[in-house]
């Protein structure tokens, strides 16, 4: 994979902006996985400054104490550090264990849904449809689920 530029600071507001405070997840917890999925997938890389709590908690209308709560759990789990009166960063060598977690978690919540929809009754055909066409949108992970969908799984017919 190529090496990518460091995130400057208004791409990474941008890239935390999509938090969605109506999503029935925990703000905090969709500024982890954000973040999680960011090194994971390359946008963030070690050393990478990350906006500051009031920044953040600026820009996303929340509580500081919900931004710092993400910050300093991502750092129990090692993958930020703080440099005091410099900010927050990436740590380095994190992002090989962080594209792991990630895969596991999605993993398992995927299998959890698919064994979901076969309990109520869907096809094979049809949870493989509506993974198809949910992948094809370009969305946030918390955002809202697109009408589309729910046309698609409503008008299939049972055998």
Do not use: W
Not at 40 to 52: C, F, H, N, T, W
């Amino acid at each position: 994979m190529p090496r990518q530029k460091h995130q400057s600071p208004e791409e990474m507001l941008s890239l935390l902006s999509s938090i969605d405070i109506h999503s029935s997840v925990a703000v905090y917890v969709q500024i982890e996985n954000h973040i999680q999925f960011a090194i994971a997938s390359g946008r963030l890389e070690a050393g990478d400054q990350l906006p500051s709590v009031r920044e953040l908690s600026e820009r996303l209308e929340v509580n500081p104490n919900t931004v710092a709560k993400a910050y300093r759990d991502l750092e129990v789990m090692g993958l930020l550090y703080t440099r005091r009166g410099m900010g927050v960063f990436v740590n380095k060598g994190i992002d090989m264990k962080c594209r792991e977690d990630c895969r596991r978690k999605i993993v398992q919540r995927l299998h959890e849904v698919i064994c979901e929809a076969k309990a109520a009754g869907m096809d094979q055909a049809e949870v493989l449809h509506l993974a198809e066409k949910s992948s094809s949108y370009d969305i946030s992970p918390y955002a809202e689920t697109p009408a589309a969908l729910f046309t698609l799984a409503k008008g299939r017919k049972r055998r």
